[in-house]
């Protein structure tokens, strides 16, 4: 579509001057704000324009709807607070400091984790003890009520549900944060918005300035075309990606939920209207933006609509625009595709944040088949990011678990990708012998493409990993593993470099929920299993080295504060190694710190010699020093070495 550009676009000549837009953006602007503001659009102006360019530049009004945009822009930073464009300033000279071993993120839904925006801050004390620096909200903004995707169809970027709480307090709540060194982390849910969004609800009533906010199509003759391309998401809520409308008499694109309408950003007045909610959530003190379901917005008849040229393009271009209004503010892309498609969002220019579903999907393949071969030769291949980028890592989100290994690389390593995915399921279903596992299936469905049958798996780390099951059958010796096994990965994330992200309640082995069963606006989506309302009463435990709880949360907190005081876990330099062992894996950071990691539940050994000539070993986990280079895992063993010198 966009490559159908008539001939006679305006072009980069016919492109308005900045300098002779410039007056007219900074005329509101203080002197000192101005100066600021002028300097960092003319470092962007080059790129903003040849993006935008390529993707509005076809449309006649273009220098308008440009002019349009910039103006937003230069509003927004007018409106920023003081405070913040310090932070500002700060930030430019510090662009790098989210690769810090400081760094630690956490995870959760407001009213499950403290109930309200309020509450959140009688929990600071609790986040401030397992040294959190990185605090991501979920969705707390006015959605529809009762069906709401757990808050990801938003009906007001600039409201907050009211549950919950203000978006006064949300801003007090930011401040606070800020003072104890703790980054705001919110959703820019971007693909889409609610079917109540004030945009839809004129479009619903016939407004056709904001019917060309969505993409409606008055047959199915261009849905169907679409159709014969898209992955259905939600498949065993609904087939296909439309909905109709009666009201209109028209299709909606409904990538997801059908109450989430896509936004159409191939019209530059959805993308400038989008600018001003980022950027006012960005005034409000939001330090990183993570971008949902990033792979989606652009569409192009005849491709699946995923991870288009486009996409990035846009990305990049608000990406240039916060660079100049709110330069704090940093984006983190959730794309969970293909690895090589989850890698394309990666940049200082687009997304400098990423989640890692790579590294998180091979650890419960290694778990699963006690085998850490795919692990390693996907992260030899895989992991490496440009020095101003870092991944965020963690084991589990609030989402699904999806097997989103390449089938290249299973291939190269001898399995077969699809029959893998499928033992996987299994495994995590507990539907295989031998299996430890107590999770559920998501979006079980028949792929209408490949007509191979599909699902993602829910389920808590504790109750995937085994805790569920061995506590229920009172096994100590089970217990004791399953407790290894979750002090392992969380210790290979926490070294792997990057930002590591835990969900919170799984610092206290939180198991599964099944009342969400009896839940009838959840009983449809199994990921409410592993998104239970934090129990404060059991998290008192953690204090408790004999419950289960104490021995999770102590182990975990343990780790964290060894990271934090320690520059080898800082971002940058993972060689992740093949041990000359197929059970365990090996990373060396920074060519001095050694993790190694037996996923197996028998001892392994191993010489360091193919590694490292260091003879003499400290594991900074428990201090215990080694010597010689054959050394023997525990089953389950994570150790963190650094040599000794003689
Ligand atoms: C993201 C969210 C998921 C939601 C979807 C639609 O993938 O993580 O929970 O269902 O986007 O917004
Ligand atoms: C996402 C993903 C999909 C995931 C879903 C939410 O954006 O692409 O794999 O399962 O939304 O559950």
């Known amino acids: 579509m966009i490559d159908q550009r008539p001939a006679d676009h305006p072009g980069l000549e016919a492109m308005p001057q900045l300098d002779s837009l410039l007056p007219?953006?900074?005329?509101?602007?203080?002197?000192?704000?101005?100066?600021?503001?002028?300097?960092?659009?003319?470092r962007v102006y080059p790129r903003l324009i040849s993006l935008l360019e390529h993707v509005y530049g076809h449309a006649p009004d273009f220098p308008e709807q440009l002019a349009r945009i910039l103006s937003t822009a230069a509003q927004m930073f007018r409106e920023r607070p003081a405070a913040l464009k310090r932070l500002d300033v700060a930030r430019e000279g510090d662009p790098h400091w989210f690769q810090s071993e400081k760094m630690m993120g956490a995870v959760c839904y407001v009213d499950r984790f403290a109930g309200t925006l309020r509450?959140?801050?009688?929990?600071?004390?609790?986040?401030?003890?397992?040294?959190?620096?990185?605090?991501?909200?979920?969705?707390?903004?006015?959605?529809?009520?009762?069906?709401?995707?757990?808050?990801?169809?938003?009906?007001?970027?600039?409201?907050?549900?009211?549950?919950i709480g203000t978006m006064t307090e949300m801003a007090a709540l930011a401040a606070t944060l800020r003072e104890r060194g703790i980054s705001l982390?919110?959703?820019?849910?971007?693909?889409?918005?609610?079917?109540?969004?004030?945009?839809?609800?004129?479009?619903?009533?016939?407004d056709p300035k904001y019917q060309a906010y969505y993409?409606?199509?008055?047959?199915?003759?261009?849905?169907?075309?679409?159709?014969?391309?898209?992955?259905?998401?939600?498949?065993?809520?609904?087939?296909?990606?439309?909905?109709?409308?009666?009201?209109?008499?028209?299709?909606?694109?409904?990538t997801f939920f059908s109450f989430q309408w896509d936004l159409n950003y191939a019209n530059p007045e959805v993308f400038r209207a989008m600018l001003e909610e980022m950027l006012f959530l960005a005034n409000q003190g939001v330090e990183v933006l993570r971008l949902d379901a990033v792979p989606f917005i652009w569409k192009q008849i005849g491709s699946d609509c995923e991870n288009l040229p486009e996409a990035h393009m846009l990305i990049q271009a608000f990406n240039a625009l916060v660079q100049v209004a709110a330069p704090t503010m940093l984006f983190k892309s959730e794309a969970i595709v293909h690895p090589r498609d989850v890698k394309s969002y990666i940049s200082w220019q687009?997304?400098?944040?990423?989640?890692?579903?790579?590294?998180?999907?091979?650890?419960?393949?290694?778990?699963?088949?006690?085998?850490?071969?795919?692990?390693?030769?996907?992260?030899?291949?895989?992991?490496?990011?440009?020095?101003?980028?870092?991944?965020?890592?963690?084991l589990r989100s609030h989402d699904d678990i999806g097997w989103g290994f390449a089938d290249e690389d299973a291939a190269e390593i001898g399995l077969n990708g699809e029959d893998h995915r499928w033992f996987l399921n299994l495994y995590y279903m507990g539907r295989f012998p031998g299996s430890k596992a107590a999770g559920e299936p998501f979006q079980f469905?028949?792929?209408?493409?490949?007509?191979?049958?599909?699902?993602?798996?829910?389920?808590?780390?504790?109750?995937?990993?085994?805790?569920?099951?061995?506590m229920a059958a009172h096994d100590q010796g089970e217990i004791d593993l399953a407790i290894r096994r979750i002090v392992l990965v969380q210790g290979l994330v926490l070294a792997a470099g990057g930002i590591p992200l835990i969900y919170l309640g799984d610092e206290i082995a939180t198991r599964n929920d099944y009342a969400y069963k009896r839940e009838p606006l959840h009983?449809?989506?199994?990921?409410?299993?592993?998104?239970?309302?934090?129990?404060?009463e059991r998290a008192e435990k953690r204090?408790?080295?004999?419950?289960?709880?104490?021995?999770?949360?102590?182990?975990?907190?343990?780790?964290?504060?060894?990271?934090?005081?320690?520059?080898?876990?800082?971002?940058?330099?993972?060689?992740?190694?093949?041990?000359?062992?197929?059970?365990?894996?090996?990373?060396?950071?920074?060519?001095?710190?050694?993790?190694?990691?037996?996923?197996?539940?028998?001892?392994?050994?191993?010489?360091?010699?193919?590694?490292?000539?260091?003879?003499?070993?400290?594991?900074?986990?428990?201090?215990?020093?080694l010597s010689g280079q054959d050394l023997t895992l525990a089953p389950y063993e994570l150790l963190w070495l650094i040599p000794l010198k003689e």
């Open 523 to 536: 009983a449809h989506d199994s990921r409410w299993l592993h998104r239970p309302q934090m129990d404060w």
């Open 185 to 206: 982390v919110l959703d820019f849910v971007f693909n889409h918005t609610s079917d109540e969004h004030e945009w839809a609800l004129k479009a619903r009533a016939g």
């Open 543 to 625: 204090h408790d080295p004999k419950s289960v709880e104490g021995r999770v949360y102590q182990a975990l907190q343990h780790l964290i504060w060894i990271r934090k005081e320690n520059p080898l876990f800082a971002n940058g330099d993972s060689q992740w190694i093949d041990a000359g062992n197929a059970q365990v894996i090996a990373l060396a950071r920074h060519q001095k710190l050694l993790v190694l990691g037996n996923f197996s539940d028998q001892p392994q050994s191993l010489s360091t010699g193919r590694i490292s000539p260091e003879t003499r070993w400290k594991n900074l986990i428990d201090d215990r020093e």
């Open 445 to 470: 469905q028949v792929d209408p493409r490949s007509h191979k049958p599909d699902i993602r798996i829910s389920g808590t780390l504790a109750s995937l990993i085994g805790l569920e099951k061995a």
């Open 24 to 42: 007219q953006l900074t005329a509101a602007l203080s002197k000192d704000d101005a100066t600021l503001f002028e300097r960092r659009l003319r």
């Open 215 to 254: 993409r409606m199509f008055d047959d199915r003759q261009w849905p169907d075309a679409y159709e014969q391309h898209l992955r259905p998401i939600f498949p065993a809520q609904r087939p296909g990606s439309f909905t109709y409308d009666a009201e209109m008499g028209k299709w909606i694109w409904t």
């Open 350 to 394: 687009e997304c400098p944040l990423s989640y890692n579903p790579i590294l998180m999907v091979c650890i419960w393949e290694a778990l699963a088949t006690q085998n850490a071969t795919l692990l390693r030769a996907t992260m030899e291949k895989r992991f490496a990011l440009p020095a101003d980028a870092a991944w965020i890592n963690y």
């Open 119 to 163: 509450g959140m801050s009688k929990h600071l004390d609790y986040l401030e003890e397992l040294g959190i620096t990185y605090l991501h909200l979920m969705p707390l903004f006015k959605c529809p009520q009762p069906q709401n995707d757990g808050g990801y169809a938003v009906s007001s970027f600039r409201e907050v549900r009211e549950d």
